[in-house]
């Protein structure tokens, strides 16, 4: 049996509407899973390729919401904890958008894990959680974003640990830069670009199926002893200077 062959597994994406996220979300499609994915917007709003998909619409910022996600997703082998906001020009520094950003990047995630957990213990199912390189940097136009990062490297190695006897194996991702409408700003802007291309040896920005390929590997019987970790994926940028 091809360890990568997803036939029959139902995987949850949030945020599978665009960029990492959906390419997550195509990856365990296109090896035979049935996919769910979360998005802000209506469905038919999206130019990404959902075909598919049974997709939830919800705002993770409330609790309300991931409860909706929980309740419609219902039985889940794995979950993607992938969606993720940020807030530019300085407004992470007031405490409501704060607030709102560990909501939405940390807090949802253990609300989420928590509810599926159940489902996820009775077929020794998988969860990855994905942060970012500002789990381990300095982010310091984004400490909102930055400490909900970090928060999910440590929440990550809480959950692995307390889940571990269930079967439930919980794993992240960081992700350098990957090209997608959250960084478009950096990409456009020459000096951010072109810095960023200097200190990644592999030359490029990621995609999302860099990321993509790395999420299968921890849902597959591949990684059956691998838990509590965050795997960095950024071509070489956080080891190069
Ligand atoms: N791109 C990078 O370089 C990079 C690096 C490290 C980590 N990451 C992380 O990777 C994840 C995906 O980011 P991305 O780069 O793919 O960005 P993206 O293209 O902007 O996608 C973000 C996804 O999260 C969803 N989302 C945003 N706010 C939400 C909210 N309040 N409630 C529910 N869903 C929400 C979006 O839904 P809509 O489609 O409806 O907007 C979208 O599906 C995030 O957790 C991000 O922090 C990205």
Known sequence: MDPLNFTKKHVLVTGGSNGIGNGIARAFRDAGAVVTITGTRSAE????????????????????????????AGQVDILVNNAGMVAYRRQEFQTEIFRRILDVNLTSIMTLS???????????????????LTSFFASSGNPAYGASKAGIVQLTKSLAVAWAADGVRVNAIAPGWIATSMTEVSQNREAINSEILRRTPVGRWGQPED???VALFLASPLASYVTGETITVDGGFSCSI
């Open 211 to 213: 990321i993509a390929g």
């Open 114 to 132: 928590e509810l599926l957990k159940p489902g996820l213990a009775e077929v020794s199912g998988s969860i990855i959680n994905i942060s970012s």
């Open 45 to 72: 709003k999206y130019e990404t390729d959902i075909e598919d998909m049974a997709f939830i619409q919800a705002d993770l910022g409330t609790d309300d919401e991931v409860q909706k996600v929980a309740r419609e």
